[in-house]
C-alpha cells in the first residue's frame, strides 16, 4: 500500500539541516534518506539506521568537511573587504595626516592617527549593540545589518579620500563606524550556519584567517598606491587630480572590493535568522530565477529547497515538493530579558575580551605610527636598556610589505599549526597559553628602533639584521593572535545564556571591544607622542605589556559555556522534540 508523507516532517528537517545539526551538505543541497515505514512508527526518522551519518561523525574535521561551504564563503570573501580596507589606510595613515598640515611635530601626528582610529571604535562603540538587536528583530535580520556596515564603510572610504583636513578625515572615519557592525553579526551568521561543536573551531577561524589575508594584501594596495603623483612622476605627475587628491586612489580601490562585497552578499547570501528565514529577499530571488535561466527553466535544489529520492528509493513513498517557503516555527517559545543576559560567565569572558581588544586594537595603530616613524637623528640621547627614541622611518611601500609579512605568517599559522595543536589541547587551554605571547611581544618591539641598520641614522632602517629582527617580533605577536582571536570568538559566542540572544550577545561583545579599541589608541596615541618628545618610545608598548598580562590573569575566571546557560519555560518542550 503506498505511504503518503506528511510535508512537515520533511520541512523540519530542511530547517534542521540547514543549520547542520543532523548532517552535512551534499553537493549544496537538500537530501533524502530511504524512508522505511517501521522507522517512521517507530521514531527513528531519516537517520535511523544510517550507518553512514554515524561514521562521518567519527571522522576527523576537515576543511572540506565543512557544511555549507558556499554560504561560508560568500561570508568570508565579504569579511575580506574590510580588514583589506583597515590596512590599506592605515599603511599610509602618518603621510596622509602629515599632508594636511606639514608644520606638525611627529608626535602631533602620532597623536591624530590614534584620534583617527578612536573615531572609528568609537562611533562603532555607540552603535554595535544597536545593530546586534536590529539583526536579531524580524525588522531587520543579519543580511540587511551586513549591507548597511558594507555601503556605510564603501562612503566612508571615498569621503576620507578626497578629504584635505583633519576634520574631514575624522568626520568620514566615523560615519563609517557608526553605520558598521557587521563584525558582530558575521560572528552570529556563523554559529547558526555551523552548529555542531566539532566544525566551530575551523569555522570561527574563518574570518580572523581573512584578517589576515587582508593584511597581506591592503597594506601593499595603500603602499604602492598612496600619493602615485610623487611614487610614480613619469606615469601620474600630470593628472592634476591625483596631485590634488594624493590618497584617494587607495581608497577608490578599497571602495570597488566593498562594492564587490555588497553585491555578493546581495545575491549570495541566504538569511539565518530563523524567524524570517522563510521569506525569500529579493537578492536571492534574483539569483533563482537567473539560475533557473540557464537551467533552462528547471528549479534548483539549492533555492527552491525541494526534495528528490536518493537512488534506490522505493518509488511508492509519495514525496513532498514544496513550491514556496514555508513560515519557520520559532525555536524557541520565549526571549530571554536583556536583564538577564549578564551572567557571572558572560561578565568574565566579555572582560577578557575586552581587555585583549584593548591591547590588540592599540598595538595595531601604534605599529603603524611607529614604522613610520623618523629615525632618531645621532645626537639624540640614549641611556639604554629604556632611554631612546625613534621609529624605523619606513616609508608606505617598506610599511606595506612589513605588515604583509604579518598577515603571510599568521595565515600560514592559521592553515597548518592552529588546528593541530587547538585538536590537542582544547580551546580554552590554547587560549591561555597563548595569550601570554602578547607581553613578550610588546616588551621586545621597541628595541626595534635601536637594531643596527645598514644606512646610518636619520635614513630609514634597512638591512638584514633589521628585517630578520622584526620578523621574529612578529612571529611572536601573530602567534598570540592566531590562538587568542577564534578562541575568544568562540567563548564569547558559547558564553551567550540563551540562544534568543545570541545576536545581541555579539553586538554586546562588539560594542565593548569597540570601546577598548576606542580609548586604547586614543590614549596609546598621546602617550606614544609623549614618549617619543621625551626619549622613552617603549613606554607605551610597555605598558600594552601590562595590560596584557592582566588579560592573561583574567582569562582563568572565564570556562566554556554551551550557548544555553538559562532555560526558559518551553524549552525543554522544543529539546525534547529535537531529540525526537
Excluded at 598606491?225 to 612622476?233: E, M
Amino acid at each position: 500500500m503506498p505511504l503518503t508523507t506528511d510535508p512537515k516532517p520533511f520541512e523540519q528537517e530542511a530547517r534542521d539541516d540547514f543549520h547542520g545539526e543532523a548532517e552535512r551538505e551534499s553537493s549544496d543541497g537538500d537530501r533524502l534518506a530511504a524512508i522505511d515505514l517501521d522507522e517512521v512508527e517507530t521514531g527513528g526518522g531519516i537517520a535511523a539506521g544510517n550507518s553512514r551519518v554515524v561514521s562521518e561523525k567519527d571522522e576527523p574535521v576537515t576543511w572540506m568537511s565543512l557544511p555549507y561551504k558556499r554560504q561560508l564563503i560568500v561570508l568570508t570573501l565579504s569579511r575580506l573587504s574590510e580588514p583589506l580596507v583597515q590596512t590599506s589606510l592605515q599603511a599610509y595613515m602618518f603621510y596622509q595626516l602629515k599632508s594636511f598640515d606639514e608644520s606638525l611635530s611627529d608626535s602631533m601626528i602620532a597623536s591624530q592617527a590614534g584620534m583617527m582610529a578612536a573615531a572609528f571604535t568609537g562611533a562603532q562603540f555607540t552603535t554595535a549593540m544597536m545593530w546586534g538587536r536590529i539583526s536579531d528583530s524580524d525588522r531587520g535580520g543579519r543580511k540587511m545589518v551586513i549591507l548597511i556596515g558594507l555601503s556605510g564603510t564603501a562612503i566612508s572610504v571615498l569621503g576620507f579620500g578626497f578629504s584635505k583636513s583633519f576634520l574631514q578625515a575624522m568626520f568620514f572615519r566615523t560615519i563609517g563606524g557608526a553605520l558598521n557592525g557587521n563584525v558582530g553579526v558575521m560572528r552570529t551568521m556563523i554559529s547558526e550556519i555551523v552548529r555542531e561543536k566539532r566544525y566551530q573551531s575551523r569555522a570561527f577561524l574563518l574570518l580572523p584567517m581573512t584578517f589576515n589575508v587582508g593584511v597581506i594584501i591592503g597594506p601593499i594596495i595603500g603602499g604602492l598606491l598612496a600619493d602615485p603623483a610623487g611614487s610614480y612622476p613619469k606615469l601620474f605627475g600630470s593628472i592634476a587630480w591625483l596631485k590634488k587628491y594624493p590618497y584617494a586612489a587607495p581608497n577608490i580601490v578599497s571602495a570597488f572590493f566593498l562594492l564587490c562585497a555588497v553585491l555578493g552578499i546581495f545575491f549570495g547570501l541566504e538569511e539565518t535568522l530563523e524567524s524570517i528565514r522563510h521569506k525569500e529577499d529579493l537578492g536571492m530571488k534574483i539569483t533563482r530565477k537567473v539560475s533557473q535561466l540557464f537551467r533552462g527553466g528547471r528549479s534548483s535544489s539549492e533555492f527552491s529547497h525541494e526534495y528528490s529520492a536518493v537512488p534506490g528509493t522505493p518509488t511508492d513513498v509519495e514525496l513532498s515538493h514544496p513550491k514556496s517557503r514555508q513560515k519557520a516555527t520559532p525555536r524557541w517559545q520565549q526571549k530571554l530579558p536583556f536583564r538577564r543576559i549578564f551572567t557571572y560567565n558572560v561578565i568574565c569572558t566579555l572582560v577578557a575580551h575586552s581587555l585583549m581588544a584593548t591591547h590588540l586594537g592599540t598595538f595595531n595603530n601604534l605599529w603603524y605610527v611607529f614604522l613610520s616613524t623618523p629615525v632618531a637623528p645621532p645626537s639624540t640621547p640614549r641611556k639604554l636598556p629604556f632611554i631612546f627614541t625613534g621609529g624605523l622611518g619606513m616609508p608606505p611601500r617598506d610599511v606595506g610589505f612589513a605588515m604583509a609579512v604579518l598577515g603571510v605568517i599568521g595565515i600560514l599559522m592559521q592553515l597548518f599549526i592552529y588546528p593541530v595543536i587547538n585538536a590537542r589541547l582544547g580551546i580554552v587551554k590554547s587560549w591561555r597559553i597563548f595569550l601570554a605571547a602578547f607581553p613578550l611581544a610588546y616588551i621586545l618591539v621597541p628595541f626595534l628602533s635601536i637594531v643596527p641598520s645598514r644606512s646610518p641614522a636619520p635614513a630609514e632602517k634597512d638591512g638584514i639584521l633589521v628585517w630578520i629582527s622584526l620578523c621574529v617580533v612578529l612571529f611572536i605577536q601573530v602567534t598570540g593572535r592566531t590562538f587568542a582571536l577564534p578562541a575568544t570568538t568562540i567563548l564569547v559566542n558559547n558564553a551567550s545564556p540563551h540562544p534568543s540572544v545570541l545576536g545581541t550577545m555579539h553586538g554586546i561583545a562588539q560594542s565593548m571591544s569597540s570601546a577598548a579599541r576606542t580609548l586604547g589608541p586614543a590614549l596609546g596615541g598621546k602617550l606614544y607622542g609623549v614618549g617619543l618628545k621625551g626619549g622613552v618610545v617603549g613606554a607605551v608598548f610597555w605598558g600594552l605589556s601590562g595590560v596584557a598580562v592582566v588579560n592573561c590573569i583574567a582569562s582563568h575566571f572565564v570556562k566554556e559555556g554551551d550557548g544555553h546557560e538559562i532555560i526558559l519555560e518551553g524549552d525543554d518542550e522544543v529539546e525534547d522534540g529535537r531529540a525526537g
